[in-house]
């Protein structure tokens, strides 16, 4: 994904998000991400977010979606966007009553 990222125009990393800090680290290096972090709250909570790519097992997409968009911040999902048809509508209302956006990728 940082690599893909760094071919769109205005578009940079900023911040790296894993539950091994070891991990995030040497992303960050890789992407030229200045923050690391351990936990999605704490990086929400750091600001200055446009968008977060949710790279997470598929379980995990409904749950850290719908924080990201609480956030007032941007998704931008690996398929699937949840694991049923009701997650999904669940989310794209939460998108449409925040003024968020959800993008779903593979």
């Not at 379980?59 to 990201?68: E, G, L, Q, S, Y």
Request: aromatic share 0%; proline share 3%; glycine share 8%.
């Amino acid at each position: 994904h940082c690599k893909a990222l760094r071919s769109v125009p205005g578009a940079r990393v900023v911040a790296v998000c894993d539950q091994s800090r070891d991990r995030a680290a040497a992303l960050a290096r890789r992407c030229g991400a200045d923050r690391v972090h351990t936990s999605l709250d704490e990086m929400l909570a750091d600001g200055g977010l446009d968008t977060v790519h949710v790279l997470l097992p598929a379980a995990a997409h409904v749950a850290a979606t719908r924080t990201i968009l609480n956030h007032g911040v941007a998704a931008y999902v690996e398929k699937p966007l949840g694991i049923r048809a009701d997650e999904c509508r669940d989310l794209a209302a939460k998108a449409a009553a925040t003024g968020g956006r959800v993008a779903v990728s593979h």
